[in-house]
């Protein structure tokens, strides 16, 4: 539906719900004037009538039935998913909602009188005191529809949970707007970086200035700061501008447009007009070429030939491989292909990469942690249950740097997970160009880090160049990407991409489909 006041008296009559008007998560009349009553219909009409592009909320409490929801940031490093599932009850069906942010609604109802518990667990929080932003406001949709489900009373064991928690306040949020919002701060905060250190600011000062800033964010990740001073103290001289401009385009393959180099790079308008100077002597000296006769349009030469050599290949000769959800039989993998997972902080890239280690006993696997030290590898594997021997034949190393030089050639390679150790991630493609290098017989699966939301992990679209299989993972969500050679059944293929599996995690370690489309 997109008529908003047609959605909102369906949300009204078909559920009972009492809504109001908000502005993200800013209701735009006093909620507190419909908790005993519900607006008219004359009333909801006249709201989305004058604010056409409002969102819906929902006031919880007797007035919508009882109507409740637990708040799930399942993209947090903090959440752990038994404790919520261990009092909601693992076969518990409910309407579920996912949030702009990655996160999720549990929908209940409940005759408590609860209010809201913000942190009664890690990264989960307990709606009943406010509204609720209901989807059809920007960024919220249904996974689990109300029509497909019926709104479960709240669990016993969780209302005691509840009832013994404190009830924190919550700090009123006012609308971000433009700048620093999901999917853009990284950039936001260099460009703060980059413009305080061309000014001519004392490099301390610039740091104190995005400390001040990042402190107002929900996460930050305290690294960021350093990073993008340094980054932009580096941007500063002309010689690592023409470094900067020669490694992005070695991680290019094919066409590239100037605009997106200037925008990876943060250029500002002087340092463009050096870029056009250094690209000018790069198509001098043979490196790049005019693509086309649109201005600013590349292509880079590759002056080494390789040659392929077919004869002796058999063909429709696929690597033997065997991933969580059945991945495996509706795709093909041959030798020398990318799999690139990209998903977000708790997704469950690590479960799915511990997976294909201990599932493909066929092969030498090696497995490159960038994260993982012994103590909590050990506790990840104890999550399988299996028999020590079981993994046998995988060899854990530390992953430090790119992860190319520590690649088997002729193994299965599992990297988990890359990302430039300078925060530049445009660098991205080239990192995993460089694994696709070494790779002679063998295969890699690569895990990236993904912002929630996005469809891309760090670094773009350009982490898909070189994935044969590229799939990105969110909370209880696997998207199909880019599959260039699926299964065929009866010679006949099926056209993967944007399919979604729907699963569930248990024990970090255990996937269950529950829906796919």
């Known amino acids: 539906m997109k008529n908003p006041i047609k959605t909102a008296l369906t949300y009204k009559h078909k559920f009972g719900f009492c809504v109001v008007p908000c502005n993200g998560k800013i209701p735009l009349v006093d909620w507190k004037d419909f908790q005993k009553e519900q607006p008219s219909d004359e009333k909801i009409t006249a709201w989305w009538t004058r604010w056409p592009n409002a969102g819906i909320a929902l006031v919880t409490g007797e007035v919508s039935g009882g109507i409740c929801a637990v708040d799930i940031d399942g993209y947090k490093d903090s959440f752990k998913p038994p404790e919520i599932d261990e009092l909601v009850g693992e076969t518990t069906e409910m309407p579920i909602s996912r949030?702009?942010?990655?996160?999720?609604?549990?929908?209940?109802?409940?005759?408590?009188?609860?209010?809201?518990?913000?942190?009664?667990?890690?990264?989960?929080?307990?709606r009943s005191g406010g509204i609720i932003i209901l989807p059809f406001s920007d960024g919220y949709k249904w996974e689990v529809k109300l029509s497909e489900t019926e709104i479960p009373k709240l669990p016993q064991a969780l209302i005691d949970v509840l009832k013994q928690s404190s009830n924190k306040p919550v700090a009123s949020k006012k609308p971000v707007g433009k700048y620093f919002g999901?999917?853009?701060?990284?950039?936001?905060?260099?460009?703060?970086?980059?413009?305080?250190?061309?000014?001519?600011?004392?490099?301390?000062?610039a740091k104190d200035v995005l400390n001040r800033l990042t402190t107002s964010w929900e996460e930050c990740d305290t690294s960021w700061v350093a990073t993008k001073i340094q980054s932009a103290l580096k941007r500063h001289t002309e010689v690592?501008?023409?470094?900067?401009?020669?490694?992005?385009?070695?991680?290019?393959?094919?066409?590239?447009?100037?605009?997106?180099?200037?925008?990876?790079?943060?250029?500002?308008i002087k340092d463009r007009k050096t870029c056009t100077q250094i690209l000018t002597s790069m198509v001098t000296a043979g490196n790049i070429e005019h693509a086309s006769r649109k201005n600013g349009h590349y292509r880079k030469i590759n002056k080494e030939r390789e040659i392929i050599n077919w004869r002796g290949v058999k063909?429709?000769?696929?690597?033997?491989?065997?991933?969580?959800?059945?991945?495996?039989?509706?795709?093909?993998?041959?030798?020398?292909?990318?799999?690139?997972?990209?998903?977000?902080?708790?997704?469950?890239?690590?479960?799915?990469?511990?997976?294909v280690a201990v599932l493909n006993p066929q092969h030498k696997v090696r497995y490159l942690c960038s994260e993982m030290d012994d103590t909590e590898l050990s506790e990840r594997i104890a999550c399988f249950e299996k028999p020590e021997d079981a993994w046998n034949h995988v060899e854990f190393s530390r992953?430090?740097?790119?992860?190319?030089?520590?690649?088997?050639?002729?193994g299965l390679n599992i990297v988990d997970y890359i990302e430039p150790t300078d925060g530049e991630f445009y660098k991205m493609q080239g990192l995993i160009n460089a694994i696709h290098s070494k790779l002679v017989d063998g295969i890699a699966v690569i895990n990236i880090q993904k912002k929630p939301g996005e469809l891309f992990g760090k670094g773009g679209s350009g982490t898909v160049e070189r994935a044969r299989l590229y799939m990105s993972m969110e909370f209880q969500e696997l998207k199909f990407v880019k599959v260039k050679s699926p299964k065929k059944i009866n010679g006949i293929g099926k056209e993967l991409e944007g399919t979604k599996i729907n699963f569930k995690l248990f024990n970090n370690s255990t996937f269950y489909e529950q829906e796919r489309n």
């Open 99 to 126: 949030t702009p942010s990655g996160g999720h609604h549990w929908w209940f109802c409940t005759d408590e009188e609860i209010g809201d518990r913000i942190g009664f667990l890690p990264a989960v929080d307990f």
């Open 182 to 205: 999901n999917g853009r701060r990284d950039n936001d905060l260099f460009s703060v970086a980059n413009s305080l250190i061309k000014a001519g600011c004392d490099p301390e000062f």
């Open 240 to 268: 690592t501008l023409v470094e900067d401009i020669r490694t992005w385009v070695e991680s290019t393959c094919g066409d590239f447009m100037v605009t997106s180099m200037y925008q990876d790079l943060q250029l500002s």
């Open 315 to 355: 063909p429709f000769e696929y690597y033997d491989i065997k991933m969580p959800l059945g991945i495996h039989n509706m795709c093909n993998i041959k030798k020398t292909n990318i799999i690139v997972i990209a998903g977000t902080s708790n997704a469950g890239k690590t479960a799915f990469a511990l997976n």
């Open 399 to 410: 992953l430090d740097g790119s992860g190319a030089y520590c690649v088997d050639p002729n």
